[in-house]
């Protein structure tokens, strides 16, 4: 396997950035695969839950693959990440394309959900390690700066895709083309990412500041057998599951709380809280992350646990009384549940070093995805059953929102229990001058 590209001297590391955001844009599609859910149930005759299944799988092969692919985008490099990444994804929609076009559905689903889905995952991690190493004084930012990318995506990404299908039709033709375009358009971006990425020197800093390659380093298979590992784990999982629970019935949420006020929440309102509920996701990402810079890590999940519990509160409490307070603390958890993700591998940074951080990061984002089973089962299993029990409006979630709040108070908890790494898990550091690129250039 070839080397990862190391800069030139006189590389500048802000070219780095956007590397990775070439890579998190594309890949932040997935938000939007709600777009061609009615059309493809109109043209090949699908219910909702069957239009759902290629996301799901992406979701699913995306904790999956980052969880088992990352010591080798550790080992050889972000490039050959990035390329990875690409074709999957890129594969994934051409393999889609036909599967529309032939009216085959399990073609999609192989398609976008398991070959994109594995594109998803190492693409997400591919840049990790290697900003932080680019940012050794500023991590979260840079982290955060990719990792917006991601959950802005589908800000590009709806409006694009609803054109096309406007444009070539929403039968399986125009779909298929959709798709086609969709696969193609995305190859040629990230690619921009592919030639722009490169690895720091290793010799020498790359910016004023503490080195990148100073202080604790952690290997993955050390780190998954300490504790700090297993309350991050459990700090990120709550975390998500608080935000994603409001994020993945927003729409019917904010009608419900206010169904019996004098003025009910029109479609068209929902579909605008959606939308600043993904902004609120997107901004949280890197304000957040930037800020953790300044106040630390720990504190900073202490802010997105400890708010965020109080703040589901005062929705249980006081939700239903005032669409501004509602729509206020639903922007505020959903910045939190975007900053808890931007945040979390200058975490990593600081408890295990830059040693394997990428492959540390995919294994811990397999709470990701037990996250995105647990928060949406959780709001919509128990809103079901208070239904059929005769409640609506508001009273359907004030169950599931008391559970939320326990679930973040698990999280601030575990979050006050991490503790500085013990030396019996640390390697050796690296001598001067060492060739160490291959450990460290995700």
Same mark, same amino acid.
């Given at each position: +396997?070839?080397?990862?590209?190391?800069?030139?001297?006189?590389?500048?590391?802000?070219?780095?950035?956007?590397?990775?955001?070439?890579?998190?844009? %594309?890949?932040?599609?997935?938000?939007?695969?709600?777009? @061609?859910?009615?059309?493809?149930?109109?043209?090949?005759?699908?219910?909702?839950?069957?239009?759902? !299944?290629?996301?799901?799988?992406?979701?699913? =092969?995306?904790?999956?693959?980052?969880?088992?692919?990352?010591?080798?985008?550790?080992? $050889?490099?972000?490039? &050959? *990440? +990035?390329? #990875?990444?690409?074709? /999957? @994804?890129?594969?994934?929609?051409?393999? %889609?394309?036909?599967?529309?076009?032939?009216?085959?559905?399990?073609?999609?689903?192989?398609?976008?959900?398991?070959?994109?889905?594995?594109? !998803?995952?190492?693409?997400y991690i591919s840049p990790v390690s290697t900003l932080i190493k680019w940012f050794p004084d500023r991590p979260g930012m840079a982290t955060g700066i990719a990792i =917006?990318?991601?959950?802005?995506?589908?800000?590009?990404?709806?409006?694009?895709?609803?054109?096309?299908?406007?444009?070539?039709? %929403?039968?399986?033709?125009?779909?298929?083309?959709?798709?086609?375009?969709?696969?193609?358009?995305?190859?040629?971006?990230?690619?921009?990412?592919?030639?722009?990425?490169?690895?720091?020197?290793?010799?020498?800093?790359?910016?004023?500041?503490?080195?990148?390659?100073?202080?604790?380093?952690?290997?993955?298979?050390?780190?998954?057998?300490?504790?700090?590992?297993?309350? !991050?784990?459990?700090?990120? /999982?709550?975390?998500?599951?608080?935000?994603?629970?409001?994020?993945?019935?927003?729409?019917?949420?904010?009608?419900? @709380? @206010?169904?019996?006020?004098?003025?009910?929440?029109?479609?068209?309102?929902?579909?605008?809280?959606?939308?600043?509920?993904?902004? *609120?996701?997107?901004?949280?990402?890197?304000?957040?992350?930037?800020?953790?810079?300044?106040?630390?890590?720990? $504190?900073?999940?202490?802010?997105?646990?400890?708010?965020?519990?109080?703040?589901?509160?005062?929705?249980?409490l006081f939700g239903d009384s005032s669409k501004p307070l509602f729509v206020l603390c639903a922007l505020v958890i959903l910045s939190f549940y975007g900053g808890g993700?931007?945040?979390?591998?200058?975490?990593?940074?600081?408890?295990?070093?830059?040693?394997?951080?990428?492959?540390?990061?995919?294994?811990?984002?397999?709470? &990701?995805?037990?996250?995105? #089973?647990?928060?949406?089962?959780?709001? $919509?299993?128990? *809103?079901?059953?208070?239904?059929?029990?005769?409640?609506?409006?508001?009273?359907?979630?004030?169950?599931?929102?008391?559970?939320?709040?326990?679930?973040?108070?698990?999280?601030?908890?575990?979050?006050?229990?991490?503790?500085?790494?013990?030396?019996k898990h640390h390697v050796p550091a690296p001598k001067e001058g060492a060739d160490v690129d291959r450990h460290q250039s995700a």
């Amino acid at each position: +396997m070839s080397s990862p590209p190391v800069a030139p001297r006189g590389w500048s590391r802000w070219l780095v950035p956007p590397a990775a955001l070439s890579v998190h844009l %594309s890949i932040g599609q997935a938000y939007a695969w709600s777009v @061609f859910k009615p059309p493809l149930e109109s043209a090949l005759g699908l219910d909702g839950t069957q239009s759902a !299944l290629p996301f799901q799988l992406a979701i699913v =092969m995306l904790g999956l693959s980052a969880a088992f692919g990352g010591t080798l985008v550790e080992r $050889n490099g972000p490039r &050959w *990440a +990035m390329t #990875v990444a690409l074709i /999957c @994804f890129s594969s994934g929609f051409l393999i %889609s394309a036909l599967g529309a076009q032939t009216e085959q559905y399990w073609l999609i689903v192989l398609g976008y959900g398991f070959v994109g889905g594995i594109g !998803l995952g190492i693409g997400y991690i591919s840049p990790v390690s290697t900003l932080i190493k680019w940012f050794p004084d500023r991590p979260g930012m840079a982290t955060g700066i990719a990792i =917006m990318g991601f959950g802005g995506g589908a800000l590009i990404a709806s409006p694009w895709s609803a054109q096309m299908l406007e444009s070539f039709g %929403s039968d399986h033709s125009g779909i298929a083309l959709a798709f086609l375009v969709h696969g193609l358009s995305y190859a040629v971006f990230m690619t921009l990412g592919v030639l722009l990425v490169r690895v720091p020197r290793t010799e020498k800093p790359v910016a004023s500041g503490p080195s990148a390659f100073e202080g604790v380093q952690v290997s993955a298979r050390s780190a998954v057998r300490t504790p700090q590992f297993w309350c !991050l784990w459990l700090v990120l /999982c709550m975390n998500v599951t608080a935000g994603i629970g409001i994020l993945e019935k927003a729409a019917p949420m904010i009608t419900d @709380f @206010f169904a019996d006020s004098s003025t009910p929440v029109s479609a068209s309102a929902a579909a605008g809280f959606v939308a600043l509920l993904s902004a *609120a996701n997107m901004a949280g990402r890197i304000g957040w992350s930037s800020t953790s810079d300044l106040i630390g890590r720990k $504190n900073i999940y202490r802010v997105y646990l400890g708010v965020g519990a109080v703040t589901y509160l005062i929705i249980a409490l006081f939700g239903d009384s005032s669409k501004p307070l509602f729509v206020l603390c639903a922007l505020v958890i959903l910045s939190f549940y975007g900053g808890g993700f931007a945040t979390i591998p200058a975490y990593l940074k600081d408890l295990f070093g830059t040693y394997e951080v990428g492959a540390i990061h995919g294994r811990l984002l397999t709470a &990701w995805s037990t996250a995105g #089973v647990l928060g949406p089962l959780i709001v $919509n299993w128990i *809103a079901d059953r208070q239904e059929e029990a005769g409640k609506h409006g508001s009273s359907l979630y004030g169950l599931s929102f008391s559970i939320m709040i326990g679930l973040l108070v698990v999280g601030f908890v575990a979050n006050e229990l991490v503790r500085p790494v013990h030396s019996k898990h640390h390697v050796p550091a690296p001598k001067e001058g060492a060739d160490v690129d291959r450990h460290q250039s995700a």
